[in-house]
C-alpha cells in the first residue's frame, strides 16, 4: 500500500507565498520522479515541476521563476514552493508519484489534492 497526501494549500493574497508539501508513505521499495499537477476549473490539468530522484529539475514556463521544487528523499517528501503568486495560479493542486512498491511493481499514485486560492 502506498499513500500520497499534498499539504499546504490556502488563500493567498496577490504576491503571497504558499509552500505545498507531498508526502509519500507505505510500501516504497523505490520513489523516483514526483509531479506537481494543477487544474483549474474548466481547463485541463497542466503540469507545474516536477523532481527526478537525484534531483533534477523541470518547472513550467508559466511559473518559472516564481515556483520552486525540492525534494527530501530521507522523508519521502516533495516540496513546491510556490512565490509570486498571481491570481491564475488558483487551481487544485495535485502531486503523482512514481512508485517501486515492491520489487515486482512500479506505478504512479496519486494524492487526492490539495486547493490553492489567490486573491487579487
Known amino acids: 500500500q502506498v499513500q500520497v497526501e499534498e499539504s499546504g494549500g490556502g488563500l493567498a493574497q496577490s504576491g503571497g507565498s504558499l509552500r505545498l508539501s507531498c508526502v509519500v508513505s507505505?510500501?516504497?521499495?523505490?520513489?523516483?520522479?514526483i509531479t506537481w499537477y494543477r487544474q483549474a476549473p474548466g481547463k485541463q490539468r497542466e503540469l507545474v515541476a516536477s523532481?527526478?530522484?537525484?534531483?533534477?529539475?523541470n518547472v513550467a514556463d508559466s511559473v518559472k521563476g516564481r515556483f520552486g521544487i525540492s525534494r527530501n528523499n530521507a522523508e519521502n517528501t516533495v516540496y513546491l514552493q510556490m512565490n509570486s503568486l498571481k491570481p491564475e495560479d488558483t487551481a487544485v493542486y495535485s502531486c503523482?508519484?512514481?512508485?517501486?512498491?515492491?520489487?515486482?511493481?512500479?506505478?504512479?499514485?496519486w494524492g487526492q489534492g490539495t486547493q490553492v486560492t489567490v486573491s487579487s
Open positions: 503523482k508519484a512514481d512508485v517501486l512498491s515492491s520489487w515486482t511493481v512500479r506505478k504512479d499514485y
Open positions: 507505505g510500501s516504497i521499495f523505490g520513489l523516483y520522479d
Open positions: 523532481i527526478g530522484n537525484r534531483h533534477e529539475t
